[in-house]
């Protein structure tokens, strides 16, 4: 909010929604939700939120009449991130259509403002980004903090039906990988062409900025035979430099570094998808987990990483990517080391195996189930 005071009426108000919690009455005794009362927030879900007739309301089943105003609100809160969110959205894809038109037109000496409004561009994306995740994390500990005082459960329902089917969650890869990659593109070429000409007149060039995938890091693994999973242990020199891929939220100060482990196995076939590994905690719940470790004394976080899938999810695994470095935008002060491990063993029994079940995911599938927004934001990259 502070990089745009201007955007401010359009984040979730979240102290608005507290203050609805908090003036429930503590001996409020649950009362199942009206007739009446349920199917009007099933029109507002619809109508208001732009969700499809046939989708899962399921949520709103065991409201009881404490919870018809939270939700209310919470649905024209939402509603309202996602319609701003789709607006600047469409502002950004506009503008970068303009650019090009410009830049196309323009003589050299005028593409100078091109540059500008490109850097403006991608300074707007950025801060649309951080709108996206910020929203995303406030909404979850609403509901949080709603659950808890009424003593229900709500969260998972709603973050699966109606959070993950918005705007600003949906649309967060192409407002990144899409627009993001466009703007940064353009700005490379503008580079480029300001460069000054060697002495034979041909213009210098320098590589575009760097991609990774999924299905990139899998064609970058050496040729070795398959194991039981269908993975390949790949070499030391298939990893790269943390600092060498685009990474997220630029930080300043004193941080906390955690590592965040992205498990990746690739089924027999050359048409099978990867899949990622996500972990549920005790009875759990819908959501899910990517692992994450403190980095002990006498140990690199890339060991960190290792050591801490091998016990959680008893998982052996390889180093295969590091994909940079991104700041927690829920927890204060911390940043991520986030790294892609090939799995190359599942263990039948581990450290924390009683309390813990490992699911196998494809990428889009397993956004759908997480929780935490930088887990989100990260695998959205891959």
Known sequence: VKS??????????????????????????????????????????????????????????????????FYTGLNDQVAKVSYFFTQEFNNIQQKIDNAVVARSSQAAESNHATHQQLVTLQIHIESLRDFSANNYTSVVKIIKKHDKILSVSTKDRYVQSILNLQPFHTRLGDLVLGLGSRVREMISLENIESEVSSEDGTSMSSPGPSAFSLDNIRSALPSASSDALGSTVPAASTMTNSRALNNDVAFKGKVSKLVLCVPVRYPAGPDAEPEILIVKFGSGG????????????????????????????????????????FMSTSAKSTLYLAMVYQVDKELVEWKDGSNVTRTWLPLQEAIAILEDNTSIRILRRL
Not at 13 to 20: D, G, R
Not at 21 to 29: T, Y
Not at 30 to 48: S, Y
Not at 289 to 309: F, Q, V
Request: aromatic share 4%; hydrophobic share 35%.
């Open 286 to 325: 819908e959501s899910g987990s990517l692992i994450k470790s403190t980095i002990d004394t006498g140990e690199n976080p890339e060991e960190a990483g290792i050591r801490k899938l091998k016990e959680v999810a008893g998982v052996e695994t390889t180093l295969v990517q590091k994909l940079g470095e």
């Open 4 to 69: 745009t005071p201007e955007w401010s009426p359009y984040y979730l108000n979240y102290n608005a929604l507290k203050t609805v919690i908090e003036e429930i009455p503590a001996d409020a005794a649950p009362d199942p939700t009206k007739e009446e009362g349920e199917e009007k927030l099933k029109a507002l879900h619809v109508d208001q939120l732009g969700l499809p007739a046939t989708a899962d309301l399921e949520v709103f089943h065991a409201l009881d009449t404490r919870s018809m105003n």
